[in-house]
Every structure is written in structure tokens, then in C-alpha cells.
């Protein structure tokens, strides 16, 4: 099941009609407003800025003092603008009230029903920085329906990227131990570092570690020597952005054909993906040959098996036998991964 927080299509057609409201009655307001000060500059041939002032204490119906000399003509025309100008005043100024106190209360509804939906989460992903590294990771768990919390300290930033897509965030420094709480850390199966400091990665894996010793830490980091701080820190795996694009550059260097085909693949309808998948006792695939088993009907291939104190074999020989205990690397489309996933999480659930 997925968890991503999405905003009804009558509520955003509710926020729009409310923001065209709100600009009609601005608009209103300040059409009147020039109205009036252009009739008593017409009229009794005063400065731009006493006209204003007269059409000001005039609506507002403060009468402080009479900047403007008023003629016949002037007294009739304020007894016109008095008449329809105060009750366009009054009700341009009790709207825009209420506009603003609606924003405020249905920002304050929005974050609690957001909170609330992720209060719901487990299993899911926790995501620290929407920078340019962070939402590259968020369209990523998003395209493949993965469920995961943003946490930024950058409120507008928040609210451009992950508002318009429907993403569950939290304001916040993600170093607090109470914003990772809020975010589900002691739930999640695992969380990424990718803030623009190194220092804050290192407190954030440091923080993330001590509230959930077992769940997987990921962090991004400038440099092999902030990398070293930082899996000392906890990090299970420490990525470095500048690293990873050499990496790939000299890859499409000597192997171009076999990265288009990955780049391509990857990029498919579905994609392809590579899983880690543990076998217990309770998995009926436990003691089987892998020729024995049903992956390849599935469009599963196992590429890699894992067994504990050994060298992991790559490729396995399908006379392999699974035991308790080993970890296999299943190849597949994003789909077929998913419900081997889904398979092995039900095995877990069932009672022996």
C-alpha cells in the first residue's frame, strides 16, 4: 500500500477559486481607491497625494482633518463615494479577513492531516535535503511508488517541489531527534543523508543511528575523507556524487554499448531492478535448488547468492541449494521485483 500524501482535485479547485477571490477583492478595492482620488483631483484640483489622503480617511471613516478644501461639487461627490465607497470598503476589508484567516486554518489542517498520514507509515523512507540530490532520490521512490518523507529546513522549498507533486514532508532540521521522530525514524526501513554539508550528514547519521540502530543509513558526501567520518558515524553506505559521475563517465568510456543498454533498460516502462532478499525458514524457496525454483517463470533471475562467512557467488550454478540464512540478489523489471518483495514480506508474516 502506498502512502503518498495527494491533494484532492476539488481542493486544489477550492485553493484556486479562493486565491481568484481574494484578487477580485484587492483588485475592487484598489480600483475604488484610484477611483476616488482621481474625482477629488478632478474636482477641487488638489495634489495627487492630498486626493489620496482625503479618499483614505474618507473610506476608512477616520475624518481626522480635511486636507482638501471641499466645493459644492466636492461635498457631493464625497456623499456619492461615502454612500456605495463605505460598504465596498467594509466588505473588500472583512473578505480579504476571512481569506487570510481560511489560508491560516487550512495550512494548519494540511499539516495535521500530513502528519497524521505519515504517523501511518512503516517500512518507508526517510529522506533528508530536497537539494538537487534529494529530489532526484524522491522522483526515484516516487516513480517506483515507494513511500518516504522529505525533511528540509527550507519551508518555500518544500512547498514548490514536494506540494505540487503530493510528497510528504516535514519543515524541520533533520539533526533534531524529535523532527526524525515525527518522520517515523524507529519505522522506516531506511533513510538518506543527502544534505549540502558534510558536517550536517555526519550529525544527521549520528542521530539517525542512535533512534534506530537497525534500519539502513545511506549519506552523501563531498570527499573520501568526510566518507570515512561519516561511515564511522553509522552510515551503511556513503555515496559521493563526484565519484559516482567519474565512475560513470569512464564506464560510457569503455563500455558505451552496455551503458546505453543500462541507460536505456532503466529508463524503460517498468525499468529494471536489483533486490536483496533473505532466506529464513519459513520461505517455502529454503533447501530448494535454484533450478528447483519458479523465478525464472516470474522473470526473476538470480544473479548473485550470499551466504554468511563466504565469498558470494556470481553467477550461482543452479544447483545451488538455498539455505536459511543466504541472501540473493534478484534481477528483474520493477514489477516482477516488487511482487517477489511482496511475496517474501508475506512468508515473514505467516506463522510457522
Given amino acids: 500500500m502506498v502512502f503518498h500524501f495527494i491533494i484532492p482535485p476539488n481542493q486544489t479547485n477550492q485553493q484556486k477559486q479562493s486565491v481568484a477571490q481574494f484578487v477580485r477583492i484587492v483588485l475592487l478595492l484598489v480600483g475604488f481607491t484610484i477611483f476616488g482620488t482621481v474625482g477629488i483631483r478632478w474636482i477641487e ?15 476608512t471613516t477616520v475624518g481626522y482633518e480635511d486636507p482638501v478644501t471641499l466645493s459644492d461639487n466636492g461635498k457631493l461627490f464625497i456623499i456619492f463615494y461615502l454612500i456605495f465607497g463605505l460598504g465596498i470598503f467594509t466588505y473588500s476589508v472583512s473578505q480579504i479577513g476571512q481569506w487570510i484567516v481560511r489560508q491560516q486554518m487550512s495550512s494548519i489542517l494540511e499539516k495535521r492531516r500530513m502528519q497524521k498520514a505519515i504517523s501511518n507509515l512503516a517500512g518507508h523512507y526517510i529522506v533528508c535535503g530536497i537539494g538537487r540530490m534529494g529530489a532526484s532520490i524522491c522522483e526515484y521512490l516516487h516513480e517506483r511508488e515507494k513511500p518516504f518523507v522529505v525533511i528540509d529546513k527550507d519551508d518555500e522549498r518544500l512547498q514548490l517541489t514536494c506540494e505540487e507533486k503530493g510528497w510528504l514532508y516535514i519543515h524541520g532540521d ?33 542521530t539517525a543511528r542512535m533512534l534506530n540502530p537497525e534500519f539502513q543509513i545511506i549519506a552523501r558526501a563531498s570527499d573520501d575523507k568526510a566518507g570515512d567520518k561519516i561511515r564511522h558515524a553509522g552510515a551503511n553506505r556513503v555515496v559521493s556524487p563526484f565519484r559516482s559521475g567519474a565512475v560513470k563517465i569512464a564506464r560510457f568510456m569503455i563500455h558505451p554499448a552496455v551503458e546505453d543498454f543500462v541507460e536505456v533498460a ?17 520461505n517455502p524457496y529454503c533447501s530448494k535448488k535454484l533450478h528447483e525454483t519458479d523465478f525464472s517463470t516470474k522473470g526473476i533471475m538470480i544473479v548473485g547468492i550470499c551466504r554468511p562467512g563466504q ?21 528483474g523489471s520493477s514489477d516482477a521485483i516488487n511482487s517477489l518483495m511482496e511475496e517474501f514480506n508475506g512468508f515473514e508474516e505467516t506463522p510457522a
Fill in 266 to 282: 532503466s529508463k524503460h516502462v517498468g525499468g529494471f531492478e536489483v533486490a536483496d532478499l533473505q532466506i529464513t525458514d519459513a
Fill in 45 to 59: 484640483d488638489a495634489t495627487w497625494l492630498n486626493s489620496l489622503y482625503m479618499i483614505v480617511i474618507t473610506a
Fill in 174 to 206: 533533520a539533526t533534531d531527534d524529535f523532527i526524525l521522530q515525527s518522520a517515523g525514524i524507529e519505522t522506516a526501513k531506511s533513510l538518506a543523508a543527502a544534505l549540502p554539508g558534510d558536517a550536517d550528514n555526519v550529525y544527521v547519521v549520528l
Fill in 311 to 331: 565469498q558470494p557467488q556470481m553467477p550461482p550454478p543452479s544447483t545451488s541449494i538455498l539455505n536459511a540464512g543466504d541472501s540473493i540478489f534478484a534481477l
